[in-house]
Each structure stands twice: as structure tokens, then as C-alpha cells.
Nanobody, 127 residues
Framework: QVKLVESGGGSVEAGGSLKLSCTAS???????????MGWFRQAPGKERERVAA????????YYGDSLRGRFTISQDNAKNTVFLDMNGMKPEDTAMYYC?????????????????WGQGTQVTVSS
């Protein structure tokens, strides 16, 4: 079982920046084992939205519609950690952000549920 722990959420004014982190633990990463980690978000009354993901094997990244350019995902494989840099934030970015992990990035590309989820971290952007 993979345990995911997020950090870095909080409140920011529109136009500001936040950086989220997510560290995975609880499994032994084998030489040939690769994993996709990333973020979803959900605002009250809205559907879950794909934010971004990165594949540990080759660093390939995926972004939700309209988020590329403002959000950047990166990773530190040695620490099993992914980061989400959010810049030029807007009030519509307000949501609970959930870290997730899966064997591949299909949940972010075509949809579906990742294997593992974090507990979520709240991000609030004020106008």
C-alpha cells in the first residue's frame, strides 16, 4: 500500500503562487518499477478535475486543460516526491488538491481512478 502525504496548501491572493509537495512511502521501488504521481483537485459542488502528473520513468508530464503554463509539476525520484508549482493563481483554482499515484498516467490522460490517494490539502485563492 502506497501512502501519500501532501503539504504546502494554504491561502494566497489572486496572482500569487503556491507550491505543493507530495511524498510517497510504504513501498519498495524496484529498479524496473515505475509510477505516475500527480494531482487532482475538487472544488465544492464541482466534479473532480485532473491537474497534472509526471511519470517517474522518463519524466513525461501531463496537464489539465488550461493549466499548462501556470502550473508546473516536477519530481525528486530519490525522495519519492513530486512538486506542483502554481503561479498566476486565480480564484477558480480554489479547491481541495489531492495527490495520487498509479502504475501509469492513464487516470490523468483518459480518466479513471488512481491506485492511491493522499488526504488532500486545501488551496484558497482570494480575489
Amino acid at each position: 500500500q502506497v501512502k501519500l502525504v501532501e503539504s504546502g496548501g494554504g491561502s494566497v491572493e489572486a496572482g500569487g503562487s503556491l507550491k505543493l509537495s507530495c511524498t510517497a512511502s510504504g513501498y519498495i521501488e524496484k529498479i524496473d518499477e515505475r509510477r505516475c504521481m500527480g494531482w487532482f483537485r475538487q472544488a465544492p459542488g464541482k466534479e473532480r478535475e485532473r491537474v497534472a502528473a509526471i511519470y517517474s520513468g522518463d519524466g513525461m508530464t501531463y496537464y489539465g486543460d488550461s493549466l499548462r503554463g501556470r502550473f508546473t509539476i516536477s519530481q525528486d525520484n530519490a525522495k519519492n516526491t513530486v512538486f506542483l508549482d502554481m503561479n498566476g493563481m486565480k480564484p477558480e483554482d480554489t479547491a481541495m488538491y489531492y495527490c495520487a499515484a498509479h502504475l501509469d498516467c492513464l487516470p490523468w490522460v483518459v480518466g479513471g481512478n488512481p491506485d492511491s490517494w493522499g488526504q488532500g490539502t486545501q488551496v484558497t485563492v482570494s480575489s
